[in-house]
């Protein structure tokens, strides 16, 4: 047969309070401008990454195209010319 145990008393814990930020609000206003001009310098150098790109992959882009109109032009005028 089991026994039964009774419940243990559990103390109840301590209310602890937030402590008091150290930082003032002029703190986190030169915190925030500081992530602004970082924030702002990434796009910048991401938009200049970005045009690299698009320079190098343009003459890319050019010749495929070119070359799709004219296979596709070429394979058009063997079918017209065999009907």
Known sequence: MATRRSASK???APKLTAPKPN???NDYKKDFLVR???HNYEVNALLVDVKKAYEFALPYIK???NYTVQTFNQVREKLQTAE
Do not use: H
Request: proline share 0%; glycine share 0%.
């Open 23 to 25: 930082l003032s609000f």
């Open 36 to 38: 602004v001009q970082i």
């Open 10 to 12: 559990v103390s109840a």
């Open 63 to 65: 010749q495929s195209t």
